[in-house]
């Protein structure tokens, strides 16, 4: 059974929430809440939740006051948050989980059975990735220039400009890097598509996502075959052909 402990300095926020747990998930036990920093420590340290919901902004206080407070993040972690798209990019570059306000039922269900099935969540939250997030947080403009993977060991966080395709493997993402290694991902290769392509990454088929920045040869074809810098040749989609031709300005 999972114990699940909320911070939120609205009552009507945790009630809400907790309602919903208590409804869709009867089998999750509730180890209680709090309205501020100083009783979530509390609360966490003598519950030991299995999950924290955590509030970003506390009038005044943040989550990550919190959580920088902690000797270790030893709980799976979801923020529950109302800020705008450009800190949701943040939490999907920093594989931590989050909900935004006003919840949705289906994605809270979808977040708690990530953490039952220990699918996207092998091992909780770094606190590498949450430094990375809050930095990404307190400055928006700020080009994403690492990724966190998470992978069947833990998390793995590597610089972007390091990762020369992405491929589809079933409901898997395999990373080919720049030091020939290869990182297995437990996210799908739709996940990084959708923050991905913001960073000069191309859909070139349906099973491949490349680096712009690491193509060295195009071959011409129907659809054509793209020579990345590792010397892979990648299969180009003739739906996407001229698009890639155009990125590249490259002419017929």
Same mark, same amino acid.
């Given at each position: 059974?999972?114990?699940?402990?909320?911070?939120?300095?609205?009552?009507?926020?945790?009630?809400?929430?907790?309602?919903?747990?208590?409804?869709?998930?009867?089998?999750?036990?509730?180890?209680?809440?709090?309205?501020?920093?100083?009783?979530?420590?509390?609360?966490?340290?003598?519950?030991?939740?299995?999950?924290?919901?955590?509030?970003?902004?506390? @009038?005044?206080?943040?989550?990550?006051?919190? =959580?920088?407070?902690?000797?270790? &993040?030893?709980? %799976?972690?979801? *923020?529950?948050? #109302?800020?705008?798209?450009?800190?949701?990019?943040?939490?999907?570059?920093?594989?931590?989980?989050?909900?935004?306000?006003?919840?949705?039922?289906?994605?809270?269900?979808?977040?708690?059975?990530?953490?039952?099935?220990?699918?996207?969540?092998?091992?909780?939250?770094?606190?590498?990735?949450?430094?990375?997030?809050?930095?990404?947080?307190?400055?928006?403009?700020?080009?994403?220039?690492?990724?966190?993977?998470?992978?069947?060991?833990?998390?793995?966080?590597?610089?972007?400009?390091?990762?020369?395709?992405?491929?589809?493997?079933?409901?898997?993402?395999?990373?080919?890097?720049?030091?020939? @290694?290869?990182?297995?991902?437990?996210?799908? =290769?739709?996940?990084?598509?959708? &923050?991905?392509? %913001?960073?000069? *990454?191309?859909? #070139?088929?349906?099973?491949?996502?490349?680096?712009?920045?690491?193509?060295?040869?195009?071959?011409?074809?129907?659809?054509?075959?793209?020579?990345?810098?590792?010397?892979?040749?990648?299969?180009?989609?003739?739906?996407?052909?001229?698009?890639?031709?155009?990125?590249?300005?490259?002419?017929?």
């Amino acid at each position: 059974m999972l114990k699940a402990f909320i911070v939120d300095d609205e009552i009507q926020s945790r009630n809400i929430l907790s309602n919903m747990l208590q409804q869709y998930f009867p089998e999750m036990s509730l180890a209680g809440g709090a309205s501020n920093i100083e009783d979530g420590l509390k609360g966490i340290k003598e519950y030991r939740p299995d999950i924290v919901f955590l509030d970003i902004q506390m @009038k005044g206080e943040t989550g990550f006051d919190l =959580l920088s407070r902690l000797p270790a &993040i030893d709980f %799976a972690l979801i *923020f529950t948050t #109302a800020f705008d798209q450009y800190a949701v990019k943040a939490f999907r570059f920093n594989a931590i989980d989050y909900l935004l306000k006003p919840i949705i039922i289906d994605e809270l269900i979808g977040a708690v059975n990530k953490v039952k099935q220990h699918a996207v969540f092998p091992q909780p939250v770094s606190k590498l990735q949450v430094e990375q997030l809050y930095q990404d947080i307190k400055n928006p403009p700020k080009i994403h220039d690492k990724i966190a993977i998470p992978t069947a060991e833990g998390f793995i966080v590597i610089p972007i400009n390091e990762i020369v395709y992405c491929h589809a493997n079933s409901n898997y993402t395999e990373f080919y890097l720049t030091d020939k @290694k290869c990182i297995l991902s437990s996210y799908t =290769l739709k996940q990084y598509d959708e &923050i991905l392509t %913001a960073q000069s *990454f191309f859909r #070139a088929h349906r099973s491949y996502l490349i680096n712009l920045s690491h193509v060295k040869m195009y071959k011409r074809g129907e659809g054509g075959e793209i020579v990345m810098s590792n010397g892979h040749q990648i299969e180009l989609s003739r739906t996407h052909k001229d698009e890639f031709l155009h990125l590249l300005n490259i002419k017929r």
